[in-house]
Protein backbone atom coordinates (compact mmCIF):
# COMPACT_ATOMS: atom_id res chain seq x y z
CA UNK A 1 0.00 0.00 0.00
CA UNK A 2 3.08 2.59 1.10
CA UNK A 3 4.65 2.22 -2.45
CA UNK A 4 1.16 2.96 -4.10
CA UNK A 5 0.10 6.14 -2.05
CA UNK A 6 4.02 7.43 -3.12
CA UNK A 7 2.82 6.72 -6.04
CA UNK A 8 -0.13 8.71 -6.31
CA UNK A 9 1.01 11.17 -4.06
CA UNK A 10 3.55 12.03 -6.63
CA UNK A 11 1.52 12.43 -9.61
CA UNK A 12 -0.49 14.44 -7.75
CA UNK A 13 2.54 16.64 -6.70
CA UNK A 14 3.68 16.81 -10.50
CA UNK A 15 -0.08 18.09 -11.44
CA UNK A 16 -0.28 20.66 -9.80
CA UNK A 17 3.30 21.63 -10.06
CA UNK A 18 2.87 22.26 -13.73
CA UNK A 19 -0.21 24.25 -13.32
CA UNK A 20 2.61 27.05 -11.53
CA UNK A 21 3.12 29.59 -14.29
CA UNK A 22 7.08 30.19 -13.78
CA UNK A 23 9.70 29.87 -16.06
CA UNK A 24 12.44 28.31 -14.40
CA UNK A 25 13.54 25.04 -15.57
CA UNK A 26 12.44 22.98 -12.10
CA UNK A 27 8.75 24.34 -12.79
CA UNK A 28 8.23 23.65 -16.65
CA UNK A 29 10.41 20.22 -16.60
CA UNK A 30 7.07 18.56 -15.27
CA UNK A 31 5.54 19.30 -19.02
CA UNK A 32 7.59 17.41 -20.69
CA UNK A 33 6.86 13.51 -18.80
CA UNK A 34 3.02 13.44 -19.20
CA UNK A 35 2.95 10.06 -20.56
CA UNK A 36 4.99 8.57 -17.78
CA UNK A 37 3.13 10.40 -15.18
CA UNK A 38 -0.29 9.28 -17.08
CA UNK A 39 0.98 5.89 -16.93
CA UNK A 40 2.06 6.03 -12.90
CA UNK A 41 -1.10 7.52 -11.64
CA UNK A 42 -3.18 5.05 -13.35
CA UNK A 43 -1.13 2.49 -11.53
CA UNK A 44 -1.77 4.14 -8.55
CA UNK A 45 -5.33 4.53 -9.11
CA UNK A 46 -6.19 0.98 -9.66
CA UNK A 47 -3.82 0.08 -6.81
CA UNK A 48 -6.24 2.48 -4.54
CA UNK A 49 -9.26 1.19 -6.23
CA UNK A 50 -8.34 -2.67 -5.61
CA UNK A 51 -6.04 -3.41 -3.09
CA UNK A 52 -7.12 -5.26 -0.52
CA UNK A 53 -6.53 -2.99 2.16
CA UNK A 54 -9.01 -0.99 4.91
CA UNK A 55 -10.99 2.25 3.63
CA UNK A 56 -9.68 5.78 5.89
CA UNK A 57 -10.81 8.86 4.87
CA UNK A 58 -7.30 10.16 3.71
CA UNK A 59 -7.72 6.57 1.06
CA UNK A 60 -11.02 8.52 0.11
CA UNK A 61 -9.14 11.99 -0.05
CA UNK A 62 -6.18 10.51 -1.81
CA UNK A 63 -8.30 8.13 -4.40
CA UNK A 64 -10.22 11.65 -5.68
CA UNK A 65 -7.14 13.52 -5.63
CA UNK A 66 -5.34 10.88 -8.15
CA UNK A 67 -8.78 10.98 -10.01
CA UNK A 68 -7.99 14.29 -10.72
CA UNK A 69 -4.83 14.19 -11.32
CA UNK A 70 -5.08 11.37 -13.83
CA UNK A 71 -8.02 13.10 -15.81
CA UNK A 72 -6.10 16.25 -15.82
CA UNK A 73 -2.67 14.25 -17.41
CA UNK A 74 -5.35 12.44 -19.79
CA UNK A 75 -6.62 15.62 -20.98
CA UNK A 76 -3.43 17.19 -22.11
CA UNK A 77 -2.16 13.88 -24.15
CA UNK A 78 -5.71 12.71 -25.45
CA UNK A 79 -5.75 14.98 -27.99
CA UNK A 80 -2.72 13.57 -29.73
CA UNK A 81 -4.21 9.94 -30.28
CA UNK A 82 -6.50 8.59 -32.72
CA UNK A 83 -9.65 9.03 -30.47
CA UNK A 84 -9.42 12.64 -31.37
CA UNK A 85 -10.38 15.05 -33.73
CA UNK A 86 -7.95 15.58 -36.42
CA UNK A 87 -6.22 18.71 -36.95
CA UNK A 88 -5.20 18.53 -40.40
CA UNK A 89 -6.56 16.67 -42.94
CA UNK A 90 -5.35 13.50 -44.71
CA UNK A 91 -4.73 14.11 -48.98
CA UNK A 92 -7.33 11.62 -50.83
CA UNK A 93 -5.90 9.68 -53.03
CA UNK A 94 -8.22 11.56 -55.78
CA UNK A 95 -6.73 14.71 -54.64
CA UNK A 96 -2.77 13.90 -54.86
CA UNK A 97 -0.73 16.67 -56.77
CA UNK A 98 2.87 16.24 -56.27
CA UNK A 99 3.67 19.52 -57.57
CA UNK A 100 1.52 21.50 -54.95
CA UNK A 101 3.36 18.80 -52.13
CA UNK A 102 6.25 19.66 -50.03
CA UNK A 103 8.44 16.96 -48.19
CA UNK A 104 10.46 18.16 -45.36
CA UNK A 105 13.08 15.60 -43.30
CA UNK A 106 13.88 17.12 -39.66
CA UNK A 107 16.77 15.70 -37.89
CA UNK A 108 18.83 16.47 -34.80
CA UNK A 109 22.06 14.73 -35.57
CA UNK A 110 24.03 15.18 -32.07
CA UNK A 111 27.07 16.82 -33.19
CA UNK A 112 29.48 14.05 -31.42
CA UNK A 113 27.34 11.47 -33.37
CA UNK A 114 29.77 10.35 -36.56
CA UNK A 115 27.18 7.63 -38.14
CA UNK A 116 26.56 10.14 -40.48
CA UNK A 117 25.37 7.27 -42.99
CA UNK A 118 22.36 6.48 -41.18
CA UNK A 119 20.83 9.92 -41.96
CA UNK A 120 22.49 9.49 -45.68
CA UNK A 121 20.60 6.36 -46.18
CA UNK A 122 17.20 8.26 -44.99
CA UNK A 123 17.77 10.74 -47.97
CA UNK A 124 18.40 8.57 -50.26
CA UNK A 125 15.59 6.59 -49.84
CA UNK A 126 12.91 9.17 -48.99
CA UNK A 127 14.30 12.10 -51.52
CA UNK A 128 12.97 14.75 -49.08
CA UNK A 129 12.47 18.53 -51.13
CA UNK A 130 13.96 19.81 -47.85
CA UNK A 131 16.25 18.68 -45.50
CA UNK A 132 16.84 20.21 -42.03
CA UNK A 133 20.14 18.91 -39.31
CA UNK A 134 19.96 20.24 -36.07
CA UNK A 135 23.09 20.05 -34.08
CA UNK A 136 25.02 20.05 -37.39
CA UNK A 137 28.93 21.09 -37.21
CA UNK A 138 31.50 21.76 -39.74
CA UNK A 139 31.89 17.76 -39.39
CA UNK A 140 28.84 17.43 -40.26
CA UNK A 141 28.76 19.45 -43.15
CA UNK A 142 32.15 17.54 -44.98
CA UNK A 143 30.07 14.65 -44.41
CA UNK A 144 26.74 15.77 -46.04
CA UNK A 145 28.75 17.03 -48.93
CA UNK A 146 27.47 13.60 -50.98
CA UNK A 147 23.73 14.99 -50.83
CA UNK A 148 24.46 18.45 -52.25
CA UNK A 149 24.31 17.77 -55.91
CA UNK A 150 20.59 17.09 -55.60
CA UNK A 151 19.87 19.96 -53.33
CA UNK A 152 21.82 22.97 -55.15
CA UNK A 153 19.97 26.00 -52.85
CA UNK A 154 21.75 25.60 -49.06
CA UNK A 155 21.92 27.26 -45.67
CA UNK A 156 24.99 26.45 -43.65
CA UNK A 157 25.24 27.67 -40.03
CA UNK A 158 27.61 25.39 -38.83
CA UNK A 159 28.54 25.72 -34.80
CA UNK A 160 30.30 23.73 -32.46
CA UNK A 161 28.01 24.67 -29.40
CA UNK A 162 24.94 22.05 -30.39
CA UNK A 163 23.36 24.62 -31.96
CA UNK A 164 24.67 24.79 -35.47
CA UNK A 165 22.02 23.72 -38.56
CA UNK A 166 21.79 23.30 -42.29
CA UNK A 167 19.25 23.55 -44.44
CA UNK A 168 19.18 21.75 -48.01
CA UNK A 169 16.76 22.35 -50.74
CA UNK A 170 15.49 20.89 -53.88
CA UNK A 171 13.17 23.34 -54.36
CA UNK A 172 14.14 27.24 -55.50
CA UNK A 173 14.85 29.50 -52.32
CA UNK A 174 13.60 33.15 -53.19
CA UNK A 175 15.42 34.27 -50.05
CA UNK A 176 16.81 33.28 -46.90
CA UNK A 177 18.42 34.64 -43.90
CA UNK A 178 20.00 33.47 -40.88
CA UNK A 179 19.07 35.31 -37.66
CA UNK A 180 19.84 35.08 -34.04
CA UNK A 181 16.38 36.70 -32.57
CA UNK A 182 17.61 36.49 -28.83
CA UNK A 183 20.66 35.17 -28.72
CA UNK A 184 24.07 35.41 -30.43
CA UNK A 185 24.91 31.84 -30.01
CA UNK A 186 21.10 30.26 -31.33
CA UNK A 187 20.66 30.76 -34.85
CA UNK A 188 16.91 30.04 -36.82
CA UNK A 189 17.07 30.04 -40.43
CA UNK A 190 13.88 32.40 -42.36
CA UNK A 191 13.66 31.30 -46.26
CA UNK A 192 11.10 31.96 -48.90
CA UNK A 193 10.81 28.99 -51.30
CA UNK A 194 8.64 28.21 -54.18
CA UNK A 195 6.76 24.86 -54.87
CA UNK A 196 6.51 23.25 -58.11
CA UNK A 197 3.38 24.48 -58.87
CA UNK A 198 4.50 28.19 -57.71
CA UNK A 199 3.46 28.26 -54.84
CA UNK A 200 4.77 30.97 -52.23
CA UNK A 201 6.18 29.48 -48.68
CA UNK A 202 7.77 30.78 -45.90
CA UNK A 203 9.94 28.63 -44.05
CA UNK A 204 11.07 28.77 -40.52
CA UNK A 205 13.87 26.92 -39.00
CA UNK A 206 14.25 26.84 -34.83
CA UNK A 207 15.99 25.20 -32.34
CA UNK A 208 16.24 27.33 -29.07
CA UNK A 209 17.89 26.24 -25.92
CA UNK A 210 15.65 24.10 -23.31
CA UNK A 211 15.37 24.68 -19.59
CA UNK A 212 17.48 22.44 -18.05
CA UNK A 213 20.19 22.68 -15.23
CA UNK A 214 23.09 22.24 -18.03
CA UNK A 215 21.12 24.38 -20.51
CA UNK A 216 19.12 27.69 -19.98
CA UNK A 217 17.74 28.06 -16.33
CA UNK A 218 14.74 28.68 -17.47
CA UNK A 219 12.15 28.78 -20.19
CA UNK A 220 11.77 32.60 -21.26
CA UNK A 221 14.17 32.99 -24.08
CA UNK A 222 12.65 29.55 -25.73
CA UNK A 223 9.35 30.73 -25.60
CA UNK A 224 9.80 34.39 -25.99
CA UNK A 225 11.95 33.21 -29.90
CA UNK A 226 8.87 30.84 -30.38
CA UNK A 227 6.37 33.39 -30.21
CA UNK A 228 8.10 36.08 -31.84
CA UNK A 229 8.04 33.82 -34.62
CA UNK A 230 4.58 33.28 -34.16
CA UNK A 231 3.13 36.97 -33.81
CA UNK A 232 5.10 37.53 -36.95
CA UNK A 233 3.35 34.63 -38.71
CA UNK A 234 -0.23 35.62 -37.75
CA UNK A 235 -0.17 38.72 -39.83
CA UNK A 236 1.25 36.84 -43.10
CA UNK A 237 -1.36 35.78 -45.60
CA UNK A 238 1.24 33.45 -46.97
CA UNK A 239 1.62 29.55 -46.92
CA UNK A 240 3.69 28.89 -43.62
CA UNK A 241 5.94 26.29 -42.05
CA UNK A 242 7.73 26.09 -38.73
CA UNK A 243 9.74 23.29 -38.35
CA UNK A 244 12.21 22.35 -35.98
CA UNK A 245 13.84 21.10 -32.16
CA UNK A 246 11.53 23.53 -30.73
CA UNK A 247 13.11 22.22 -27.34
CA UNK A 248 9.26 21.96 -26.21
CA UNK A 249 6.52 19.35 -26.16
CA UNK A 250 3.33 19.59 -28.16
CA UNK A 251 1.13 20.11 -25.08
CA UNK A 252 2.91 22.75 -22.75
CA UNK A 253 1.58 26.10 -22.23
CA UNK A 254 3.76 28.25 -24.96
CA UNK A 255 3.38 25.80 -27.57
CA UNK A 256 -0.37 25.84 -27.63
CA UNK A 257 -0.50 29.78 -27.01
CA UNK A 258 2.20 29.73 -30.15
CA UNK A 259 -0.54 27.80 -32.52
CA UNK A 260 -3.52 30.20 -31.06
CA UNK A 261 -1.33 33.28 -31.98
CA UNK A 262 0.18 32.28 -35.37
CA UNK A 263 -2.83 30.07 -36.18
CA UNK A 264 -0.70 27.24 -37.67
CA UNK A 265 -2.05 23.62 -37.13
CA UNK A 266 -0.26 20.25 -35.75
CA UNK A 267 -1.10 16.94 -38.38
CA UNK A 268 0.00 15.04 -34.74
CA UNK A 269 -3.52 15.85 -33.50
CA UNK A 270 -6.02 13.33 -33.78
CA UNK A 271 -3.24 11.14 -34.95
CA UNK A 272 -0.49 9.59 -32.70
CA UNK A 273 2.88 11.78 -30.34
CA UNK A 274 5.60 10.43 -32.71
CA UNK A 275 7.79 10.79 -29.59
CA UNK A 276 11.13 11.95 -30.74
CA UNK A 277 13.47 12.23 -27.96
CA UNK A 278 15.05 10.57 -25.95
CA UNK A 279 16.28 7.92 -28.69
CA UNK A 280 17.81 5.20 -26.37
CA UNK A 281 15.19 5.32 -23.87
CA UNK A 282 11.69 3.38 -24.66
CA UNK A 283 10.71 4.71 -21.50
CA UNK A 284 11.49 8.48 -21.49
CA UNK A 285 10.44 10.01 -24.43
CA UNK A 286 8.25 13.10 -25.38
CA UNK A 287 8.21 15.06 -28.72
CA UNK A 288 10.54 17.42 -28.82
CA UNK A 289 10.70 18.15 -32.80
CA UNK A 290 7.75 19.63 -34.24
CA UNK A 291 6.58 20.59 -37.84
CA UNK A 292 3.41 23.20 -37.75
CA UNK A 293 2.08 24.27 -40.58
CA UNK A 294 -0.72 27.30 -42.75
CA UNK A 295 -4.16 25.92 -42.78
CA UNK A 296 -3.85 25.49 -46.63
CA UNK A 297 -1.95 22.30 -45.99
CA UNK A 298 -3.17 18.80 -45.72
CA UNK A 299 -1.18 15.90 -44.77
CA UNK A 300 0.16 13.36 -47.48
CA UNK A 301 2.32 11.27 -44.38
CA UNK A 302 4.26 11.55 -41.67
CA UNK A 303 6.35 9.29 -39.86
CA UNK A 304 9.28 9.19 -37.69
CA UNK A 305 12.57 7.45 -39.24
CA UNK A 306 14.82 4.86 -37.53
CA UNK A 307 17.45 5.65 -35.10
CA UNK A 308 21.11 7.64 -37.21
CA UNK A 309 22.85 7.27 -33.62
CA UNK A 310 22.06 10.50 -31.98
CA UNK A 311 19.53 11.12 -28.98
CA UNK A 312 16.63 12.40 -31.49
CA UNK A 313 15.00 10.43 -33.92
CA UNK A 314 14.49 12.17 -37.55
CA UNK A 315 11.29 13.39 -38.38
CA UNK A 316 9.38 13.06 -42.12
CA UNK A 317 6.45 14.80 -43.49
CA UNK A 318 4.79 14.98 -46.74
CA UNK A 319 2.06 18.39 -47.06
CA UNK A 320 0.50 19.37 -50.39
CA UNK A 321 -1.03 22.47 -50.26
CA UNK A 322 -4.59 23.55 -52.04
CA UNK A 323 -7.42 26.10 -51.13
CA UNK A 324 -9.55 23.12 -50.35
CA UNK A 325 -8.01 22.55 -47.68
CA UNK A 326 -7.71 26.26 -46.33
CA UNK A 327 -11.72 26.26 -46.64
CA UNK A 328 -12.02 23.02 -44.57
CA UNK A 329 -9.85 23.57 -41.69
CA UNK A 330 -10.07 26.18 -38.82
CA UNK A 331 -6.99 27.53 -36.71
CA UNK A 332 -7.43 27.30 -33.19
CA UNK A 333 -9.15 29.63 -31.40
CA UNK A 334 -7.48 32.94 -29.91
CA UNK A 335 -8.80 33.78 -26.37
CA UNK A 336 -9.03 37.21 -25.47
CA UNK A 337 -6.03 36.73 -23.09
CA UNK A 338 -3.51 35.22 -25.36
CA UNK A 339 -2.11 38.17 -27.13
CA UNK A 340 -1.41 39.95 -23.74
CA UNK A 341 0.09 36.74 -22.37
CA UNK A 342 2.24 36.61 -25.44
CA UNK A 343 3.35 39.97 -25.82
CA UNK A 344 4.34 40.24 -21.86
CA UNK A 345 6.22 36.54 -22.34
CA UNK A 346 8.11 37.82 -25.51
CA UNK A 347 8.73 41.42 -23.56
CA UNK A 348 10.16 38.76 -20.97
CA UNK A 349 12.18 37.55 -23.38
CA UNK A 350 13.77 40.79 -25.11
CA UNK A 351 14.47 42.24 -21.25
CA UNK A 352 16.28 38.75 -20.50
CA UNK A 353 18.25 39.14 -23.78
CA UNK A 354 19.82 42.47 -22.66
CA UNK A 355 20.03 41.53 -19.49
CA UNK A 356 22.27 38.48 -21.08
CA UNK A 357 24.39 40.97 -23.15
CA UNK A 358 25.07 43.59 -21.15
CA UNK A 359 26.52 40.79 -18.92
CA UNK A 360 28.86 39.90 -21.79
CA UNK A 361 29.72 43.11 -22.50
CA UNK A 362 30.82 43.85 -19.01
CA UNK A 363 32.57 40.60 -18.60
CA UNK A 364 34.65 41.44 -21.49
CA UNK A 365 35.31 45.53 -20.36
CA UNK A 366 36.44 43.81 -17.02
CA UNK A 367 40.31 43.14 -17.56
CA UNK A 368 40.18 46.55 -19.21
CA UNK A 369 38.70 48.13 -15.88
CA UNK A 370 40.96 45.85 -13.69
CA UNK A 371 44.05 47.50 -15.67
CA UNK A 372 42.74 50.77 -15.40
CA UNK A 373 41.95 50.46 -11.62
CA UNK A 374 45.62 49.04 -11.25
CA UNK A 375 46.73 52.02 -13.07
CA UNK A 376 44.75 54.33 -10.69
CA UNK A 377 45.99 52.92 -7.48
CA UNK A 378 49.76 53.29 -8.78
CA UNK A 379 49.17 56.61 -9.44
CA UNK A 380 47.73 57.64 -6.16
CA UNK A 381 50.78 55.53 -4.35
Known amino acids: M ?24 WFRGADFPRLQILAIGIFALLGLLFIDAEWSLDR ?37 NQDQQISLLVANVLTPNDKYHLLLSHIENLKPDIVLTLESDQKWQDALQPIEKDYPHRVAVPLDNLYG ?10 ESEIKF ?21 QLYCLHPKPPSPTEAKDSTLRDAELLIIGDRIKDLDQS ?3 MGDLNDVAWSRTTRLFQRISGLLDPRVGRY ?15 LDHVFHSTDFGLVDMKRLDHIGSDHFPVYVVLQTSTVFEQEQQELEQT ?44 VV
Not at 9 to 25: K, T, Y
Not at 165 to 174: T, V
Not at 195 to 200: M, Q, S, Y
Request: hydrophobic share 45%; proline share 5%.
Open 2 to 25: IWIEICAVLVIWLSVWSLIPRDEW
Open 181 to 201: ILSDEIPSIHATLTLNAGNIV
Open 165 to 174: MHLYSRLPLI
Open 60 to 96: EILLFCTIAAVAYQLKMVLPYTPIWKKQVQKVKPEQI
Open 336 to 379: EDDEEEAQQAIQEGIEKAEREEKKVVDSLAQPHKKMMNIQDRQT
Open 240 to 242: CIV
Open 273 to 287: FMNTFHADYPLLRWS
